[in-house]
Structure formats: C-alpha cells, structure tokens
C-alpha cells in the first residue's frame, strides 16, 4: 500500500456530523471513531483526557491514532447543516478541542487537533 505525504502528516476521522444532536451520541461516535478505551466515560473530562494524550505513543488512550512527530488529528463532520446541531454542544466540543490543543502544546510533538465541518454527506 502506497501512502501520500499527506497520510503521514495528517489522520482525518470522518464522522456523521447528525452526533452532534445529543452529547450521548457524539461520545457514542467519537469512542468508536477514535477507538477510545473501555473505560472511556463519555463526559467531556473524559474526551480532554483521551485527547490530550495522543502526543504520547505510550500512553496514548486514542487506538485509531498513528503517533508521529507534527501530526495532525482531524475530526471531520460529514453532513453538518443537514442535521440541526446543538449550539451548545458545539461549544463543548471545541472548548474541549481548544483545551487539548493548550495541553498538546505543552510538549515540542507539533501535534494538534483540528475540526472540518462540510455540508457534504460522505460517499458510500
């Protein structure tokens, strides 16, 4: 299997942008999107955690994260706008985003999170 550059440097998780509804479903989608841990406890505390440690290739909680040096970890919202999403879960999700990202910036990994939101419905 060949990889692009682009594969090495970034790991999109393309998730179903109608999680954003209930903050049970989107835990729900990030834990098995991520393959967060079986004591992952689906609260926002537990997400800071998860996330935090991915610039740690041994103590990192998130199974589907390929540790590299300066990679990025995508989380990629397929379909945003044709689901309501709820505005304060949004908050929650970057306020949570933006705390891991304070974290990740601690340590010279150049790792970092991002959020992709397209209206677009991911091709089958």
């Known amino acids: 299997?060949?990889?692009?550059?682009?594969?090495?440097?970034?790991s999109t998780h393309i998730i179903d942008a109608g999680s954003l509804r209930s903050e049970e479903a989107l835990h729900d989608e990030l834990a098995f999107k991520l393959g967060l841990p079986n004591g992952y406890e689906r609260n926002w505390e537990s997400l800071l955690d998860c996330l935090s440690s991915i610039s740690d290739p041994l103590d990192n909680q998130c199974q589907h994260w390929e540790f590299r040096t300066g990679k990025r970890m995508v989380l990629c919202f397929h379909g945003f706008g044709s689901e309501p999403a709820d505005p304060q879960l949004l908050l929650a999700l970057a306020q949570v985003i933006a705390g891991a990202n304070d974290e990740l910036e601690q340590g010279s990994e150049g790792i970092r999170?991002?959020?992709?939101?397209t209206t677009e419905e991911q091709k089958r």
């Not at 299997?1 to 970034?10: A, D, K, P």
């Not at 999170?113 to 939101?117: A, E």
């Open 113 to 117: 999170i991002w959020l992709d939101f």
């Open 1 to 10: 299997m060949t990889r692009t550059l682009s594969e090495f440097h970034y």
